[in-house]
């Protein structure tokens, strides 16, 4: 049945091409020239002649539509090849870098947290898998340990550079509707540089922030229970609709920073935490700056 059926198929553009041939080359032309001259106005040679003139000229046409298509086909084709080539050397750029980051040497994880940068930022397939590969990196191997260890400790190199890739990450090319959020889930970022960053429900919980900068970042929606914030600088952060429940915030100025809608149970505000210049609810706004002019217990 379906060779019957290719064969009508066969047969019916057979009829169709002889059908435009027929008429592109026989009564086309004949109509045009009986049309533009009418028939009596010339011989029966000129009138051939004539014809034939419109044929040499519909060839001509078909022939420059002929040079177009395959040029444009041709194109297309080397376009396609250039893009599978890239394809192919983005991929062969991606494992690489991900050798690198798990590589032993500090210079090689370095060099391995740059590539995988530069990936993110020049391939729209490949900009979240580069993200999330650099988030799990940091979940896997710089775990906050919350207790004994003083802010005073820099960043390791690994976790500054990841920082930089994340605050200059452009977020709009990732899809939230399908998951594509930040898990930085109990990741140690003690003095990172998180300006400007765009950390919009991003998964920050028991993180330790602490002395991180964070001015003008935008945290809206973001989850911060249990995180540490004490020392961090949150100047024009907005937290509007994050989750800060249990945190750590004592001291912290919060200055120009939107709390509003935000989840600030049992937040600790205790050593001088200041919210005088905090967006907060009406409702929250009065209980918890009482509760910061609290000293340290």
């Known amino acids: 049945m379906r060779r019957v059926m290719t064969w009508v198929g066969v047969c019916l553009l057979a009829g169709a091409v002889l059908a435009l041939f027929y008429s592109g080359f026989y009564l086309i032309p004949r109509a045009l020239v009986e049309r533009g001259s009418g028939a009596t106005a010339l011989s029966q040679k000129d009138l051939l002649a004539a014809q034939s003139d419109v044929r040499a000229v519909a060839i001509q046409a078909l022939a420059g539509l002929a040079v177009i298509a395959g040029t444009v086909l041709t194109a297309r084709a080397a376009l396609a090849t250039i893009r599978q080539t890239r394809e192919g050397q983005m991929t062969d750029r991606f494992a690489a870098a991900v050798d690198h980051l798990a590589a032993g040497e500090s210079i090689k994880r370095l060099g391995g947290i740059q590539e995988l940068a530069r990936v993110a930022r020049q391939s729209n397939l490949d900009h979240w898998p580069a993200i999330e590969i650099l988030s799990a990196y940091l979940r896997t191997n710089y775990s906050a340990a919350h207790g004994a260890e003083t802010m005073e400790e820099d960043a390791a190199p ?17 899809d939230k509707e399908r998951g594509q959020l930040l898990d930085l889930f109990k990741v140690d970022l003690r003095k990172a540089h998180l300006e400007q960053a765009d950390l919009r429900g991003a998964n920050l919980v028991e993180c330790d922030l602490r002395g991180a900068f964070l001015d003008g970042a935008d945290l809206g929606g973001a989850h911060l229970d249990g995180a540490d914030l004490r020392g961090a600088v949150v100047k024009g952060v907005c937290l509007k609709g994050a989750g800060l429940i249990g945190a750590n915030a004592q001291g912290v100025v919060f200055e120009d920073v939107d709390l509003r809608e935000a989840s600030l149970l049992d937040l600790d505000l205790r050593g001088g935490a200041d919210l005088r210049g905090a967006r907060c609810d009406e409702e929250i706004s009065l209980v918890q700056r009482d509760e910061s002019t609290l000293g340290p217990s």
């Open 158 to 174: 690994e976790v500054r550079a990841i920082a930089t890739v994340l605050r200059e990450r452009d977020s709009s090319r990732e």
